[in-house]
């Protein structure tokens, strides 16, 4: 053989073995044992949040071998929709709210999950966290990541026994309502918790499941309570500001407001975390009793869309109390770290200080737990809600009797409509 012969032969079974070896590679993950296939994540956390996430996955992945694609946007809603109605959905998603979860459940997009997640991983959550369309059909979405709501912040360095007082003035009020196509929502947050203080839980429960009308002088009444704490300029400043920042201003030595109503999330965009502290709202939202024990919550809701072994894994893995003490514990120091509603993980994986350890102890003992009224009804309904709190925030002096006449010839026109179901049951 020539010397020209056998340089070409050597080289093709260098480029053959080489060829083998990226097969090898390619085929498993950066430890090198075997790939057990890939499974495709979509959900709203970017930035920070989005990142600690991914860590969470990465781990999964490395003790597994699934490869997990994940995709997060906020624009999540928009994107599933699109994905579902191509036949391309993912694998799995996490909607922020029951009511997009109830809405494909019924449209049957979704896998029931009481054949993949065991009975004791699921009791450990309770009916309120584990949504269903009946009270005795099947588990459709589990959450995986809880927020409280029934709270107001201030600066830690004010008197608690200052607070009444300053909630007693609108201008006190750090208020925003901008939130680009969701704006609004802020708003329809105090209504709900207004009305499930002076109410109670199940005149509140019957109103956001589509059993009592929005015409209900009860519901109205939590509509004037609103109204009547913010005047004109307070009301034109929450128009035009959007949530995120309205709560920077609470800290300083002469801040301009002093009080935010908004859920445990939006702790970790102020500027300074470690100063902010809570009182739950009931004695300082207008005409509510300090003695209830009623909060308001939410929720991200896992879903499978996919029924696969791999995606059945990683179901499992995201509501098992080790994967979220893991999520907590490596995000405890952080502003993004989440809050849980499984009963198993324990409260110091789930932030490093008192206020967060009461957001957590609140969220695993509370006896009234009801779920956001806005996130769990129909679409339609939640966005015309929305847009009716802008509307009657942009005047406050007109009643709001002809927005609550709108609300509620949208509520009967969806009583039975196929596409746009109510959940049973929003209170645990």
Partial sequence: MSAAKRSG????????LWMVLLCVVGAGDTSGWQ????????????????????HLLDTFTRHTGIHVDYQGTTALREVLASEVSSGTPPDIAVLPSSGELAAYAHQRQLIPLDAVIPSRERTAYGRLWTPRLSSDGPVYGIA??????????????????????LAAD??????????????????TDWIEDLLLQQQGRAVYQDWATGGLPWTDPRVARAWRSWGSLFGKDTART????????????????DPPCALEHQGSFIRGGYPRP????????????????GRSTAREVSGDFAAMFRDTPQAQELMRYLISADAQRAWGRTTAGSSTHPFFANRDVPLD???????????????????TLCLDASDAMPTRMRLAFQRAALGYLSDTSRPPDGLLRSLEKIRQSLRGAPDQPW??????
């Fill in 423 to 428: 959940l049973s049951t929003v209170c645990g």
């Fill in 274 to 289: 470690a100063e902010a502290d809570f009182a739950f709202s009931p004695g300082l939202l207008p005409d509510t009793d």
């Fill in 35 to 54: 790939s057990r296939g890939s499974v495709s994540v979509l959900a709203s956390w970017t930035g920070d949040e989005g990142a600690a996430f991914r």
């Fill in 144 to 165: 995986v990541k809880a927020d409280l709501k029934s709270i107001v912040w201030y600066d830690h360095d004010r008197r608690p026994d200052t607070l009444p007082a």
């Fill in 238 to 253: 929450a128009l035009i500001t959007d949530f995120r920042t309205a709560g920077t201003k609470l800290f300083g030595a």
């Fill in 170 to 187: 609108g201008r006190r009020w750090c208020v925003g309502m901008g939130d680009d196509a969701a704006s609004g929502w802020p708003g």
């Fill in 349 to 367: 994986a789930q932030g490093d200080d008192t206020v967060d350890r009461r957001i957590a102890t609140t969220l695993r003992d509370s006896a």
């Fill in 9 to 16: 032969h050597a080289t093709a079974t260098v480029l053959g």
